[in-house]
């Protein structure tokens, strides 16, 4: 399918690795050019290049943390129109409730809901101006279902969610777009198991890792982030433009619900 977005503009954040690199490969694939971001500088510039090599898309990197003001400014300069906007944050470590302390919970809140809705405000009305604009947030299955530890990921990110249901409502006649992806439990870095000395786990505890992980998801397997990026790049293209303030999970079924 053509997804009538050949030529867009994209930012996407954190697309080094992971969901976010899923959804660039994606756009990029569908014809967009990127922004593309991440902490690492070398595996962003080996993730740019390729996408180069295999796309033939123009890639601009932008280094560091998505939260940093400094960052934020360097993507809005590389792309000051931007057609789409893919807001992607690491959420915090497990902890309990008891070490959470003032600095921990002012963070979290900051990389996972005042970060993304800081970039909204500075790309919306030019969408709106010009007509097209899609933003896909990539939040969690956690806002749904909350997983004991991950309270702070799963409270930002739900206060990004309903922050942002209104707001999607009031650009939807000018065709800009506002969904959020709840990614479930796909086969990213963030799952993987390592050793402490770095060395990556074998193929045979990789195998143990996903059977053991996949028992409870109807699919019977793990994500991937190749597949999460087609469907943000379907959420992005020109046949999406009457879907928006939803909440799509991208979970083989592991959220039980009728509605």
Known sequence: MDLGIRGKTAIVCASSRGLGRGCAMALAEAGCNLVVNGRDEEKLAKTAQ?????????????????ADPAVQKALLAAAPSPDILVNNNGGPPPRPLAELDRKKLIDGVTNNMITPIELVQA??????????GRIVNITSLSVYVPIPGLDLSSGARAGLTSFLAGVARTVISRNVTINNMLPGKLDTDRLRTTHGNGEVE???????????????????????????GQICAFLCSAHAGYLTGQNIPVDGGLYVSAF
């Open 202 to 228: 074998t193929s045979e505890a990789a195998k143990e890792r996903k059977e053991r992980l996949s028992a409870d998801i109807p699919a019977k397997r793990l994500g991937t982030p190749e597949e999460f």
């Open 123 to 132: 790309v919306i009305d030019g969408m709106a101006e010009r007509g097209f």
């Open 50 to 66: 390729e996408i180069r090599d295999r796309f033939g898309v123009s890639v601009i990197e932008v280094v560091g943390d998505v």
